[in-house]
């Protein structure tokens, strides 16, 4: 599967493309949060347990820099629900032209190095959305690109990574996959 930071900053991206960009969830119309709420959402997208990635005030202009490369990253997880990788692959460089992102050694005091992405700057949205970029482009260009998918349940284009052993998940949440299951027993109890 994916190394640790790498998963970290795909799971970055799943919340930032489900909180971020407006469609559908878990059956009912999902509006992207503007101003205040966006602001929000924006901040509690971050994976828990990322240490000092959560400023004490997220600038406006960061989260509404996230909420645009969510779009982009939602066209990532589209492109390869659709078995379109050369789409996807498109959106994953434009993703990266726009960050600038670059690999750098960082140390976290007490851990060895490690490998992380930074962006063309050092604020919010660049540097996580250029994390985010440099994740889906190892995730695409890989064995392991089949595992970025959208839910399938009725009513709601929330996406995910699927870290199941035998790569079968199809659905966002628990609830969504219920939903799915509950609608399947009551079709088949009218049925019968």
């Known amino acids: 599967m994916f190394d640790s930071h790498v998963a970290l900053l795909l799971e970055a991206s799943v919340s930032f493309v489900n909180d971020l960009t407006e469609g559908e969830r878990r059956g009912k119309p999902y509006a992207a949060p503007v101003g205040e709420s966006l602001l929000t959402a924006a901040a509690s997208a971050i994976p828990a347990g990322t240490q000092g990635s959560r400023p004490a005030r997220l600038p406006l202009?960061?989260?509404?820099?996230?909420?645009?490369?969510?779009?982009?990253?939602?066209?990532?997880?589209?492109?390869?629900?659709?078995?379109?990788?050369?789409?996807?692959?498109?959106?994953?460089?434009?993703?990266?032209?726009?960050?600038?992102?670059?690999?750098?050694?960082?140390?976290?005091?007490?851990?060895?190095?490690?490998?992380?992405?930074?962006?063309?700057?050092?604020?919010?949205?660049?540097?996580?959305?250029?994390?985010?970029?440099?994740?889906?482009?190892?995730?695409?260009?890989?064995?392991?690109?089949?595992?970025?998918?959208?839910?399938?349940?009725?009513?709601?284009?929330?996406?995910?990574?699927?870290?199941?052993?035998n790569a079968v998940r199809q659905f966002c949440s628990a609830s969504c996959q219920s939903r799915v299951k509950a609608a399947a027993f009551r079709a088949r109890r009218g049925q019968g």
């Open 61 to 165: 202009d960061g989260a509404e820099y996230l909420a645009r490369a969510a779009q982009v990253m939602r066209r990532v997880f589209e492109a390869m629900e659709d078995g379109r990788v050369d789409d996807a692959a498109e959106a994953v460089n434009l993703l990266l032209r726009d960050t600038g992102a670059r690999p750098q050694l960082d140390r976290v005091p007490g851990e060895p190095w490690q490998l992380h992405f930074h962006g063309s700057n050092d604020g919010y949205g660049v540097g996580w959305s250029a994390g985010c970029a440099t994740a889906l482009a190892l995730a695409v260009g890989s064995e392991l690109a089949g595992r970025l998918g959208v839910c399938r349940a009725p009513h709601c284009d929330r996406v995910y990574v699927d870290t199941s052993r």
